[in-house]
């Protein structure tokens, strides 16, 4: 499911910075965490549903991603990107010492509700099916 992930972020490249931003009060930094969080959403379902209920949330994210962008952020977004997906597929409060099978619930349940009710629902985006 890599391969995934580096498609997703080719659809947000080349990064062009938009005249008009569709959410103001939503940030690049949190478009990134929700489109790390969907891409390991799809890496850890082993039946592949959950990748067709997802495939929106990639378009939408990739597209924030870009419109939020500017020419300097282009080059960290990958990174950036990276450091998310990596956090995702192994929760931890702190650094080296995984989460406990709660926090990692309370942390994917966290971010998803953030995704979906500050950038989704919030502005008509794609709908929301756990």
Not at 32 to 43: F, K, N, P, R
Not at 46 to 75: H, M, Y
Not at 95 to 110: K, M, N, S, W
């Amino acid at each position: 499911m890599r391969l995934t992930a580096a498609l997703v972020l080719a659809t947000a490249l080349p990064l062009q910075a938009q005249p008009v931003d569709p959410l103001p009060d939503f940030s690049l930094d949190s478009a990134i965490t929700c489109l790390a969080y969907a891409v390991s959403e799809i890496e850890s379902d082993p039946t592949g549903e959950v990748a067709a209920n997802r495939a929106d949330w990639l378009v939408f994210f990739s597209g924030l991603i870009a419109a939020k962008s500017t020419p300097a952020d282009a080059q960290a977004i990958g990174d950036r990107f990276a450091k998310e997906l990596v956090f995702y597929r192994a929760p931890s409060f702190e650094d080296g010492i995984p989460a406990t099978r709660e926090e990692v619930d309370e942390i994917l349940t966290g971010t998803g509700k953030m995704c979906w009710y500050d950038a989704l629902a919030a502005e008509g985006g794609p709908s929301f099916e756990p």
